[in-house]
Every structure is written in C-alpha cells, then in structure tokens.
C-alpha cells in the first residue's frame, strides 16, 4: 500500500479503538493476534526468543509449553496495540487509577528529586505508555525516542497521540542525542526501550546466554550526563490494570574510558532486563529473531 494510503488506515484504527466500548476492543485484538499469530511469518522468530528466555539449563522447555506462550505472545501483543490505542481516549484518573508501581517507587522518586535526569532502561514488555503517562502525572513527564514514519503526518498523528497522555516523543534522528541530552541536564526523565538494536550498531553483550548486541545509548547518557540509571517494566493486568517493577539504580559512573565504561553498563542493563522479562515472558513482544537458531 502507499504509504499515505497505510497512514489512512492507521489513523482510522485508532479513531476505531477510542470509540470501541472497553472489554470489546481487548477481547476482540487479543481474538484477532491469536488468528494471526497461527500464520504469522514471525511465529518461528518468537518462538525461538521465548525458548530462550524459558529455557533451564540443562533442561529445555517443552514444545507444548513453548507453544502456549507463543500463543499468549501474540494475543498479548494485539492487547498492547488495543490498549495504547485506547489511551488518549481515557480520562487520566482512569488512568492513575488502573496503574502502579508495586517495586521500586522508591528508586524513582529519589532519583528525580538527585535533580541530575533520570534514564530508565527499558524492555518491550506490556505497555510502557501506561507507564509514562503515570508518571507524568506524578509531576514527572518521560521524554521517549520513536522511529520517524512514513509519511511525515502519520509520524506526528502518533506524537500528537503520545503527548496528549504526557509523553513527549522526539523523533530518532540526528538531533535526537542533543535533544536528551538537554532534557537530562534540566533534571528531567529519558526512557529508551532498548532490547532491540534498531540502528544497528549497539554494544554486544551477553542475554539470556547468546551474544546479541543492545543500544549504547541509555549506558551513553547516564555516563556523560552524571543521570541516574534505572531499569524498568510495565506489566498488563491482572485484567484491566496495569503494573510496573522499577530495579535499584545501576552503577554508571566513569571508571576508564568512555566505550569501556558503556559496555559495562550495557551489559549491566542486559542483565537487568533479563530479570524483567523473565516475570512475564508472555508480555515480551519482540517479533524479529534476537537469538541464532
């Protein structure tokens, strides 16, 4: 399709998942990712991440298990796209009334109140834009990166949705770094899903067992800006609600140079996801292949 013609549908749905009544829109996305899921070229690629997030050593998960996660994955997957739909339609006390922090809140509010950024590293696990817009309104805005779309109006139908919830959305492009790195200096609060290296490029580390490589960037700004380093996720349900763990601090202090310094971070970061994802594997929607078969 063109791309004008994609942006068209796009927009059409969202118009669609703020008008659906509530229980309808989730029941029917997470009916719709499960159909598709069944046939989806990207089953295999989920598959082999959940094996290997599921997996013990020594004893490999069975095949009917592995099978009901992916299952799971999928529909959970559709409920992310249902729900971050829904949620410039909601008003925010819904919103604050449907989320926590059930670990962790601590570390955030101390980290804020340092005045010196905070970064949270995050995984794609459930629906951090629930997590984001609750801690703006706990007086605490998240700045996040997105991918430019095509066309240029579909990109800023997304920011616009975005920012009505209080999430400000910065574009991933040439000034993105300057641009976080400003907000960290003003004390204010970064989060960077970082679980996929999308630019290519990242820092290799060790997840879940296998080589893979994660963006520098979070590691990158809490070095150069003093910022604190946290990681955290955000969780669906139990049914309507939401929750999220937020981890200690991480130590990202300078100690040598600055690449040695980034490495160790991320892979300190990789750990902490590892954690994260393991609490609900189900909700880990990365449908492209991050381990070798």
Known sequence: MKPRTTAALYMFAGRLLEWLPERVDVALA???GTAVGMRSRARAHLSTNLARVLDAPGRPVDPAVLERFVARGFANYAQ???????????????????????EGLEHLEA?????AGVVIALPHVGSWEWGGSFISSLGMPMTAIAE???PPELFEWFRAKRESIGIHIEA??????ATLLRVLK????VGLLCDRDISGGGVSVDFFGAAVTLPGGPATLALRTGATLLCAACYTGPGRDHFAVVTPPLASGREGRLRDDVTRVTQAIAHELEGLIRRAPEQWHVLEERFAP
């Open 111 to 115: 980290a804020f109140a340092r005045g």
């Open 186 to 189: 003003d004390g204010g609060v």
């Open 80 to 102: 992310y796209w249902a729900e971050g739909g829904k949620l410039p339609a909601l008003d925010p006390a819904t919103i604050t009334s449907r989320f926590r922090i059930t």
């Open 30 to 32: 997470r009916r719709v």
């Open 172 to 177: 991933l492009n040439r000034e993105a770094s």
């Open 148 to 150: 430019e779309l095509e």
